[in-house]
């Protein structure tokens, strides 16, 4: 553990955008041999906008990353946080817990929030009108959403007090647990429920972008499955029945418009009622 925790307290960005495009490469390829819907679609048609949005992401975390930086030297050098006032433990239960606690912060909580208050609803939209969600959906979130999750992932290291190194494999295992749980893969649905009991599973993740409540508002995990289980926000149905996209966006050609995607936070919209 301690070699681990060493690699990833000085992990070169090179390394990391390895994770990012390793992972994006493995799952697309997975998707071809194991598809779980047969999209009748342009792969890289349909990645364009996605793959942008992946982009501005990548640019705005790493232009804030000096934040985390500074946020982490800070609680560390001032014994600062949960993880910190606990009683000393082993470090690789230290690391776990780490990572299990910015979890929450930087994915669930900041999730859940942005499905219940309105503005911020708007902005994360973006990432829930793709009608065909699939490995390149995973980052496919607006510049603004981009931005929140960071705050969001800032406050959890000075509340979890996680040092450098817990927060870069927290990062990492997001990115590949966000593109395994957006791609079009098909799972053994056995094992797909026995991962869902601890991870977040393909399964279990694309119910979230059912087109409709209340199975919109639901599933907000990404790496554990313990927020939903514990706060009442799991739901299940069978994969065959999930269709993508919103209800009240359905316009899948303005759904795969860059330009529209980038408007589509400042438009009308009133949430529908559960149905």
């Known amino acids: 553990m301690e070699t681990i925790i060493n690699y990833f307290d000085t992990i070169p960005?090179?390394?990391?955008?390895?994770?990012?495009?390793?992972?994006?490469?493995?799952f697309w390829l997975l998707e071809g041999a194991l598809p779980l819907f047969k999209f009748n679609y342009k792969k890289w048609k349909h990645a364009f906008p996605n793959l942008f949005f992946t982009a501005t992401t990548i640019i705005i975390n790493f232009t804030l990353a000096f934040l985390l930086l500074n946020s982490a030297d800070y609680v560390q050098a001032n014994d600062f946080g949960i993880i910190n006032w606990l009683p000393e433990m082993p470090l690789w239960l230290y690391a776990i817990l780490g990572v299990i606690l910015l979890d929450f912060f930087g994915a669930y909580l900041a999730h859940f929030v942005e499905h219940?208050?309105?503005?911020?609803?708007?902005?994360?939209?973006?990432?829930?009108?793709?009608?065909?969600?699939d490995t390149t959906t995973a980052n496919r979130h607006h510049p603004f959403e981009s931005m929140i999750r960071f705050s969001f992932t800032l406050f959890g290291v000075f509340v979890v007090g996680a040092p450098i190194a817990i927060i870069m494999i927290y990062q990492s295992m997001s990115l590949i647990f966000t593109q395994f749980t957006h791609a079009?893969?098909?799972?053994?649905?056995?094992?797909?429920?026995?991962?869902?009991?601890?991870?977040?599973?393909?399964d279990m993740h694309k119910i979230h972008h059912h087109h409709m409540l209340p199975y919109t508002d639901s599933n907000y995990g990404n790496i554990f499955s313990i927020w939903d289980?514990?706060?009442?926000?799991?739901?299940?149905?069978?994969?065959?029945?999930?269709?993508?996209?919103?209800?009240?966006f359905p316009n899948e050609t303005t759904n795969s418009s860059l330009v529209e995607l980038l408007k589509q936070p400042f438009q009308g919209y009133r949430k529908p009622t559960n149905m």
């Open 13 to 26: 960005s090179l390394h990391r955008s390895l994770i990012l495009v390793g992972g994006i490469t493995f």
């Open 116 to 133: 219940k208050v309105k503005p911020l609803w708007m902005i994360h939209l973006v990432h829930h009108t793709d009608h065909k969600v």
């Open 184 to 202: 079009n893969i098909k799972m053994n649905k056995q094992v797909d429920k026995a991962l869902s009991y601890i991870i977040v599973s393909p």
């Open 229 to 248: 289980r514990i706060f009442g926000t799991f739901s299940y149905m069978e994969r065959e029945t999930i269709v993508y996209g919103v209800d009240t």
